[in-house]
Nanobody, 121 residues
Framework: QLQASGGGLVQAGGSLRLSCAASGGTFSTYVMGWCRQAPGKEREFVAATTWSGGSTAYADSVKGRFTISRDNAKNTVYLQMNSLKPEDTAVYYC????????????????WGQGTLVTVSS
């Protein structure tokens, strides 16, 4: 089970940190990441990280502004979002997949329930 939290309303240029707590399974073998879905648009990949190797990947639209990290002891993955823009407004979903490539294709084994991020201009 993946439980996402940390969404909210923020002004453009502001920051938010999303959290995704994993429980009820062995997630240490999975790649963890985030995807988002804006109103009327398809779900898109945002960021991903491996649990142990520290390899990460980002969508071009968030590179340099978002940082994904994890705390293995807490089975939690974070998404630090800085310099937020109105176009970042979306429901953000935590995901667990087999590879980073799979998550970039939005192919996940598990999805969290989503947390809404709204960026006002």
């Amino acid at each position: 089970q993946l439980q996402a939290s940390g969404g909210g309303l923020v002004q453009a240029g502001g920051s938010l940190r999303l959290s995704c707590a994993a429980s009820g399974g062995t997630f240490s073998t999975y790649v963890m990441g985030w995807c988002r879905q804006a109103p009327g648009k398809e779900r898109e990949f945002v960021a991903a990280t491996t649990w142990s190797g520290g390899s990460t990947a980002y969508a071009d639209s968030v590179k340099g502004r978002f940082t994904i990290s994890r705390d293995n002891a807490k089975n939690t993955v974070y998404l630090q979002m800085n310099s937020l823009k109105p176009e970042d407004t979306a429901v953000y979903y935590c995901a667990a997949g087999s590879t980073i490539r799979a998550l970039t294709a939005r192919q996940a084994n598990y999805w969290g329930q989503g947390t809404l991020v709204t960026v006002s201009s």
